[in-house]
Each structure stands twice: as structure tokens, then as C-alpha cells.
Antibody, heavy 121, light 107 residues
Framework: QVQLVESGGGVVQPGRSLRLSCAAS????????MHWVRQAPGKGLEWVAF????????YYADSVKGRFTIARDNSKNTLYLQMNSLRVNDTAVYYC??????????????WGQGTLVTVSS | DIQLTQSPSFLSASVGDRVTITCRAS??????LAWYQQKPGKAPNLLIY???TLQTGVPSRFSGSGSGTEFTLTISTLQPEDFATYYC?????????FGQGTRLEIK
């Protein structure tokens, strides 16, 4: 069965960096695009970034562009989100989600359980 | 950016009721719309994609309709497990955006 497990969250000071991981299993990871979506405490969903199956195309929300980098290692079945210059308002649960396609603009059909990132001094 | 506005933001209903949630887009998005259900402390669960296609495994009491700028999610007969927050998402263009959510609570 499809499984996505995020890790790497925690408490970090403003301006510092953090890298999130999303370990995938139960499907051929290298043939699917992947999203990162976040949710601030008590708030709605916010799309963060998307990467095509082969990593060649990447898209970002304006709120994270230039600070966050989405990447993947298909040999390790793992998706990453490198988060630099973190701000207090980046505090959220971060979800990875698989799309049922190699690329394009597609909804997420399987989601991980999320990892909490808290940015605080 | 395409803005999605859901109405209502809060809905109180009873088991057995029929409920409809509306999602309006700030510009036409054809049928590039998905609906998700989210329960507290859990990840979103995909219900509907391409505006009206039911995701595998989702009960048939859920249905979606619409195109262009106005979309609806209907639950025909509310069950206890349906009380949750519902989000629409547009997939017409980047950046991908979500509606603000509709919280469905038990009356």
C-alpha cells in the first residue's frame, strides 16, 4: 500500500534552516510527481511546492520562493524540502502528497501524516 | 493568483441531511478543481477531482459539479463520519490555491 512518512520537523529559530524528508513506499516513486503542502495551526491548507517525477521541473508558492527548495532522490524513494531563512509564519504542519501523474498540475491522491515545524525564538 | 472562496465557512447540520458547499473561483478554471475532507489532526483526504469525478473508495453520497467559476460539493445523506472540514483546490494554474475551508459540524 502507498505510504508517505514525513520527518525532520522540530523547533528552529527564525533565520535558521531545516530540511524535511518524505519517505515513500508501496509505489514506484520515480514515476510520480510530488507536492509539499502546509497548514499553520488552526488555519487552512497552503500549497508550498511541486516537483515532477524526474526532478526537472519545480514550482513554488510566492511565499517560499527563493527560500525553500524542493528536491528528490529517486534512488532513495525520498522527497525533500530544504527550508532556509525560516520565518515565524512558516510555522505549520508540512505534508507531502503524491499526485497520480508524472507531472503537470494534479491533485494529491495520497498524503503523509505531516511533520510539525515551529519557528520561534 | 486565482482566489477560491468557499461558502459557507461554517455549516451546522444533522445526520441524514443533504448539504451543499460552494466554491467560487476568481477566474475561470474549466474543471480543474478538487475537493478534500480533513478531520482534526489528520491529513486531507481526496474526495473529488476534475470537479465531478469521485476518487476510488469514496462513498457515492459525495458528489461534485460545476465548471468555470462555480463549483459545488454535495453530500446527499450526512453520516456521522462526514463531520469534518472541506477544502476546494484549483489546479488550473500555478500557484495552486485552496479555498479557506468549510467546517461542517453536528447540529
Amino acid at each position: 500500500q502507498v505510504q508517505l512518512v514525513e520527518s525532520g520537523g522540530g523547533v528552529v529559530q527564525p533565520g535558521r534552516s531545516l530540511r524535511l524528508s518524505c519517505a515513500a513506499s508501496g509505489f514506484t516513486f520515480s514515476t510520480y510527481g510530488m507536492h509539499w503542502v502546509r497548514q499553520a495551526p488552526g488555519k487552512g491548507l497552503e500549497w508550498v511546492a511541486f516537483i515532477w517525477h524526474d526532478g526537472r521541473n519545480k514550482y513554488y508558492a510566492d511565499s517560499v520562493k527563493g527560500r525553500f527548495t524542493i528536491a528528490r532522490d529517486n534512488s532513495k524513494n525520498t522527497l525533500y524540502l530544504q527550508m532556509n531563512s525560516l520565518r515565524v509564519n512558516d510555522t505549520a504542519v508540512y505534508y507531502c502528497a503524491r499526485v497520480p501523474a508524472a507531472g503537470g498540475i494534479v491533485e494529491g491522491d495520497y498524503w503523509g501524516q505531516g511533520t510539525l515545524v515551529t519557528v520561534s525564538s | 493568483d486565482i482566489q477560491l472562496t468557499q461558502s459557507p465557512s461554517f455549516l451546522s447540520a444533522s445526520v441524514g441531511d443533504r448539504v451543499t458547499i460552494t466554491c467560487r473561483a476568481s477566474q475561470g478554471i474549466s474543471s480543474y478543481l478538487a475537493w478534500y475532507q480533513q478531520k482534526p489532526g489528520k491529513a486531507p483526504n481526496l474526495l473529488i477531482y476534475a470537479a465531478s469525478t469521485l476518487q476510488t473508495g469514496v462513498p457515492s453520497r459525495f458528489s461534485g459539479s460545476g465548471s468555470g467559476t462555480e463549483f459545488t460539493l454535495t453530500i446527499s445523506t450526512l453520516q456521522p463520519e462526514d463531520f469534518a472540514t472541506y477544502y476546494c483546490q484549483q489546479l488550473n494554474s500555478y500557484p495552486i490555491t485552496f479555498g479557506q475551508g468549510t467546517r461542517l459540524e453536528i447540529k
